[in-house]
Each structure stands twice: as structure tokens, then as C-alpha cells.
Antibody, heavy 131, light 107 residues
Framework: EEQLAESGGGLVQPGGSLRIACAASGFTFSDHYMDWVRQAPGKGLEWVGRTRNRINSDTTDYAASVKGRFIISRDDSKNSLYLQMNSLKTDDTAVYYCVREISISRPRGLFVDYSYYMGVWGKGTTVTVSS | SSELTQDPAVSVALGQTVRITCQGD??????ASWFQQKPGQAPVIVIYDGNKWPSGFPDRFSGSSSRNTASLTITGAQAEDEADYYCNTQDSSGKWVFGGGTKLTVL
């Protein structure tokens, strides 16, 4: 069974740093794009960022709200995804979800088109930024 | 604009049909996914690639799209369908964007 388990959440002061992790099991982690999505208390879902897979050089994208402060990394040997959060603000208080993207391939003549969707979600870890 | 707009709340009588919509320019070129979230739980995918549903999920959920609008239709709504529903898609730069969510109440 595919599973994602987040850990490392907690209370941190404004301006501080925290690293949260996601342990993956039940699928070939290194093959997949992975994302972080967050949800502030009583609010909707907000995409934080993603890391592509090894074939795509583990490149990353970030939402404008966290770019320059958060860093996503992965360790395929440990089937783990990480989110390093720096210069934390009270607005960063949220449940952080680890998400596996699933790819859909469509043949187009001699080529193949790929699209993605957020197929598997972890249960989340809570990060509270407060003094 | 890369924003997705959803109605904040929708209600449906038990056993009736309800449509939840999601509007945004990104939907003209990228298909939508829909997620169900119940209180205290993580979101769960209910529709992907615009109109496909994961194996094991009830087929009373269906998806469709037209121009800049994606829709999630629940045919014969059940009490257990009461939840928040979110749409998402990728914008022109490949970044993910979510709608603000729709709270569905089953009366």
C-alpha cells in the first residue's frame, strides 16, 4: 500500500527555521514528482512547491509566497522528502501535506505527452509559528 | 490570471444531483482535478484529468469541462458526501493552483 508519513512539525518562533520530512513507502519513490501543500487553520489548500524526479534533475518550483525562504529536497536512497522552512512568519502556520504526483501518458504520434495529478496525500504535520 | 474560483458553499437534498463549478483561465489549457476533504482529514482525489475517477471510488462522482470552467457532479448525493471540495490545475508556468474550496451540505 502506498503511504506518505509526514513528521517534524511543531512550534517555532517568528523568524525561526524548521525542517519537516515525509517518509514514502509502497512505491518507487525516485520515479515520482513530489509536492508540499499546506492548509492554514480554517482556510483552503495552498500549493507550496514541488521537486521533480531524478530523470528531470530533481529540479524544484515554489509558490511566490515561500520562494527564497523554503527549500524542498529529496533523498531517494531514504525514500524521503524534506521541506526546509526559514524566516518563518505567523502566516506560515498550517498543516503541511506531502503529496505524490501521478503521471498520465498519452501517445502523440512518435512522441509521448505527460500530464500529472496529485494522487496520494499524507495525513499532514502541523507547523505553528508563534511567539 | 492563474486563479481558480469556486462558490464557497452549495447544498443538495439527499439523493439529488449537485454540480460544483471551478472557473479560471488556466482551465482552458490544463485539465482539472477534484479533491474531497472531510473535517480533520487529508484531501482525497475524486476526479483527475478532468473526468476520470480513481479505482474504488463511487462512480456517482463525475467531472466535465467547458472553456474556462470545470465541473464536479454528484449524482444521487449521499450523507457521506458532505465535505469540502477543491479543484486544482496547473497554470501556464506549470505551477499548481487550487480553488478556494466549496463546502457541500447534504440536507
Amino acid at each position: 500500500e502506498e503511504q506518505l508519513a509526514e513528521s517534524g512539525g511543531g512550534l517555532v518562533q517568528p523568524g525561526g527555521s524548521l525542517r519537516i520530512a515525509c517518509a514514502a513507502s509502497g512505491f518507487t519513490f525516485s520515479d515520482h514528482y513530489m509536492d508540499w501543500v499546506r492548509q492554514a487553520p480554517g482556510k483552503g489548500l495552498e500549493w507550496v512547491g514541488r521537486t521533480r524526479n531524478r530523470i528531470n534533475s530533481d529540479t524544484t518550483d515554489y509558490a511566490a509566497s515561500v520562494k527564497g525562504r523554503f527549500i524542498i529536497s529529496r533523498d531517494d536512497s531514504k525514500n524521503s522528502l524534506y521541506l526546509q522552512m526559514n524566516s518563518l512568519k505567523t502566516d506560515d502556520t498550517a498543516v503541511y501535506y506531502c503529496v505524490r504526483e501521478i503521471s498520465i501518458s498519452r501517445p502523440r504520434g512518435l512522441f509521448v505527452d505527460y500530464s500529472y495529478y496529485m494522487g496520494v496525500w499524507g495525513k499532514g504535520t502541523t507547523v505553528t509559528v508563534s511567539s | 490570471s492563474s486563479e481558480l474560483t469556486q462558490d464557497p458553499a452549495v447544498s443538495v437534498a439527499l439523493g439529488q444531483t449537485v454540480r460544483i463549478t471551478c472557473q479560471g483561465d488556466s482551465l482552458r489549457s490544463s485539465s482539472a482535478s477534484w479533491f474531497q476533504q472531510k473535517p480533520g482529514q487529508a484531501p482525497v482525489i475524486v476526479i483527475y484529468d478532468g473526468n476520470k475517477w480513481p479505482s474504488g471510488f463511487p462512480d456517482r462522482f463525475s467531472g466535465s469541462s467547458s472553456r474556462n470552467t470545470a465541473s464536479l457532479t454528484i449524482t444521487g448525493a449521499q450523507a457521506e458526501d458532505e465535505a469540502d471540495y477543491y479543484c486544482n490545475t496547473q497554470d501556464s508556468s506549470g505551477k499548481w493552483v487550487f480553488g478556494g474550496g466549496t463546502k457541500l451540505t447534504v440536507l
